[in-house]
């Protein structure tokens, strides 16, 4: 699984993973925000931040969750 190396990469610190993440899920991800806000520039910068904020606390990130989809969202 893709996602399971992406994220197992993104704890130990490497960028290319959580560049990775960022280009399979910000489209699903804005997709979703779209069901709480028609602000295109709202939603994208709640998914910046979102992508800020697992970077910054990867140390603290679960092993592995059951769908790092469902986490995302």
């Known amino acids: 699984n893709g ?8 704890r ?3 960028p290319a993973a959580l560049r990775g993440l960022m280009r399979r899920y ?6 979703y925000g779209g069901k709480f806000s028609p ?3 709202f939603i994208e910068d709640c998914i910046q931040e979102l992508f800020i904020d697992l970077w910054q606390h990867r140390h603290r990130l679960t092993a592995l969750p059951q769908s790092v989809k469902a986490y995302l969202l």
């Open 39 to 41: 602000d295109d520039a």
């Open 12 to 14: 130990e610190g490497d």
């Open 26 to 31: 910000t489209a699903t991800l804005h997709n």
């Open 3 to 10: 996602d399971a190396a992406l994220w197992h990469q993104l």
